[in-house]
C-alpha cells in the first residue's frame, strides 16, 4: 500500500513520524519531570507543614509553662487563663499534627505528645491547686520540680523525637526523588537513541523508495511525451478545422439574429396595433351602450305619453257624460219655456212679460243644445286623434323595444369583439415576448458562438505551444532521469 503514495505524502509520512517520535520524547520527560517536581513538592510541603506545627506546639507548651510560673510567682488567676489559651492552642495543633501524618511512627509519637501533655496539664493544675490553698512556696517548688518538670522532659523528648522522624522522611522522599529523576532521564536517553536510530532508518528507506518511484514516474512521463506529441500534432490540425467550421457557424447566427429583431420589430408593431384596436372597440362599446340608455329614456317618454293620451280619452269621455247631462237639460229647458209660453198666452196680457222670458229661455236652451252638439263633435274629434296617437305611440314603442333589442345585439357584438381584439393583443404580446426571448437566446448562442471560436483559436495557438513544451518535457525527463539513476546515463 506504501508503495503507491505519493512523494508528497511518502514525505508528509516521514516528518509526520519524526515529530511523533520527538513529542513522544517531549512528552515522556515532561510527565517524568511533573511527576518527580509534584511528589518533592508534596512531601516536602507536608513535611515543612509537620515541622512547622511542631515548631508551634513547643512554642505553645513554653507559653503554658511560662504562664504556670507567672502564676505560682503572682497568684494572679489571668496567668491560669493564658495558661488555658496556650494548652487550646496547643491541642488544637496536635490534633491537626494527628490528621496530617503519613506513617504509624509519626501517629505513635504524635498520640504520645497528646498523652504526655495530658499527664502534664493535671501535674499543673496540682501545683495550681497548692498555690491556691496557700502551701509553702518550698513545698510548691518541689512539687513543680518533681511532677511538671519530668512530665515537661518527657513531652520535649516526644516532640524532638517527632521531629527527628519527620527530618528522617524528608530525606527518604528526596533520595527517592532522586531515584525517579534518574529513572526519567535514563528512559528519555533510550528513547532518544531510539527515535534517532529510527529516524535514520525512516530516511535511508524513504529515500530507495522515492528513488524508485521517481524514476518509474520519469519512465512513463518519457513514454507519454511521445505520444502528447501525436497528440497535440491531430489537436491542432482538429484545431484549424473547428476554428473554420464556427467562422461558418458565427456567420449564420448573425443572419438569425438580424431575422429574429425584424420578427421581433414586427410583433411590437402588432401588438400596438391590437391595443389601438381595444381601445376603439371599448370605445364603440361606450357610444352603443350611451345610445342604449337614451332609447331607454325615449321608450320612457313614450310610455308616459301613451299613459297620458289615456287619462285624456277617460277625460273627454266624462266630458260627453256631462255635455248629454246638459243636453238633457237643456231639452227640458225647451220644453219649460213652451208650457210656459203656453201658460203666458193663456193669461192674457197679464202673462205677456212671463212668455217674454219663456222665449228667452227657449232661444237659451235651443242655443245650449246647438252648442252642446258642437262640443260633442270636438270631443269626438279629439278622441278619434286621441286613439289615433295612442295606436302611433304604441307602434312608435313597439318599433323603440325592437331598436333596444338591436342594440344590446350591437352591444353584445362590440363586447364579443373587444373580447376578440383583447385575446388577440395577449397573443401578439405573447409571441413578442417569445421573440425577445429567442432574440436574447441567439444573442447568447453568438456569444458563445463567438467565444468558441475564441477558444478555438487560442486552441490553435497553444496547440503549437503544446509541441514545444512536450519537446522541453522529453529532455527534462531524461536529465531527471540521470540524476535520480546513474546508470540510465551510462546506458
Not at 507548651?61 to 494572679?76: I, P, S
Not at 471560436?453 to 497553444?462: F, G, H, L, M, N
Amino acid at each position: 500500500m506504501i508503495r503507491h503514495w505519493t512523494f508528497a505524502r511518502k514525505i508528509s509520512a516521514g516528518f509526520a513520524l519524526v515529530v511523533a517520535l520527538a513529542l513522544a520524547i517531549a512528552l515522556v520527560s515532561v510527565f517524568a519531570l511533573r511527576g518527580v517536581v509534584a511528589s518533592n513538592e508534596r512531601l516536602s510541603s507536608l513535611n515543612f507543614q509537620s515541622l512547622l506545627d511542631t515548631e508551634r506546639m513547643h512554642a505553645a507548651l513554653e507559653r503554658k509553662v511560662a504562664a504556670g510560673r507567672g502564676f505560682m510567682l503572682t497568684r494572679d488567676e489571668r496567668f491560669v487563663e493564658r495558661a488555658r489559651e496556650a494548652r487550646s492552642r496547643f491541642l488544637a495543633l496536635a490534633d491537626k499534627l494527628k490528621r496530617g501524618v503519613q506513617t504509624d511512627e509519626e501517629r505513635r509519637l504524635a498520640e504520645a505528645i497528646v498523652l504526655a501533655e495530658a499527664e502534664h496539664q493535671q501535674a499543673f493544675e496540682r501545683v495550681f491547686s497548692l498555690v491556691r490553698s496557700g502551701s509553702a512556696t518550698d513545698a510548691v517548688i518541689r512539687t513543680f520540680d518533681d511532677e511538671v518538670v519530668p512530665k515537661w522532659e518527657q513531652m520535649d523528648g516526644h516532640i524532638r523525637a517527632f521531629v527527628a522522624a519527620g527530618e528522617r522522611l524528608l530525606g527518604q522522599a528526596r533520595q527517592a526523588t532522586d531515584a525517579a529523576a534518574a529513572e526519567a532521564i535514563s528512559l528519555t536517553v533510550v528513547i532518544a537513541a531510539g527515535v534517532i536510530a529510527l529516524a535514520v532508518i525512516v530516511a535511508f528507506t524513504l529515500a530507495r523508495a522515492l528513488g524508485q518511484q521517481i524514476g518509474t514516474a520519469v519512465g512513463h512521463v518519457q513514454s507519454s511525451s511521445a505520444e502528447l506529441q501525436a497528440a497535440a500534432n491531430q489537436q491542432a490540425t482538429g484545431a484549424k478545422e473547428q476554428a473554420t467550421a464556427m467562422s461558418e457557424i458565427t456567420t449564420t447566427i448573425t443572419e438569425l439574429l438580424a431575422t429574429s429583431r425584424q420578427i421581433a420589430d414586427s410583433a411590437q408593431r402588432v401588438a400596438q396595433i391590437a391595443e389601438q384596436t381595444v381601445g376603439a372597440a371599448r370605445s364603440g362599446e361606450g357610444t352603443v351602450e350611451q345610445a342604449h340608455e337614451s332609447i331607454a329614456g325615449i321608450r320612457r317618454q313614450v310610455d308616459l305619453v301613451v299613459s297620458h293620451m289615456l287619462e285624456l280619452g277617460k277625460k273627454s269621455q266624462q266630458i260627453g257624460s256631462v255635455l248629454d247631462i246638459v243636453s238633457e237639460l237643456a231639452e227640458q229647458t225647451n220644453i219649460l219655456a213652451i208650457n210656459a209660453s203656453i201658460e203666458a198666452a193663456g193669461a192674457g196680457e197679464a202673462g205677456k212679460r212671463f212668455g217674454v222670458v219663456a222665449d228667452e229661455i227657449r232661444e237659451l236652451a235651443d242655443r245650449v243644445a246647438g252648442s252642446t252638439k258642437e262640443i260633442r263633435v270636438l270631443i269626438d274629434d279629439v278622441r278619434g286623434a286621441v286613439n289615433t296617437t295612442v295606436m302611433a305611440t304604441e307602434t312608435g314603442s313597439k318599433t323603440v323595444d325592437t331598436g333596444s333589442r338591436q342594440f344590446g345585439d350591437v352591444t353584445a357584438s362590440f363586447k364579443q369583439i373587444a373580447g376578440l381584439v383583447a385575446a388577440t393583443t395577449e397573443a401578439a404580446r405573447e409571441i413578442e415576448l417569445s421573440t425577445k426571448q429567442q432574440t436574447s437566446a441567439v444573442e447568447q448562442v453568438n456569444l458563445a458562438i463567438a467565444s468558441v471560436a475564441q477558444t478555438t483559436r487560442e486552441s490553435e495557438v497553444s496547440s503549437g505551444q503544446t509541441l514545444d513544451t512536450v519537446s522541453q518535457l522529453a529532455s527534462l525527463s531524461k536529465d531527471l532521469l540521470r540524476l535520480v539513476q546513474p546508470q540510465a546515463s551510462a546506458a
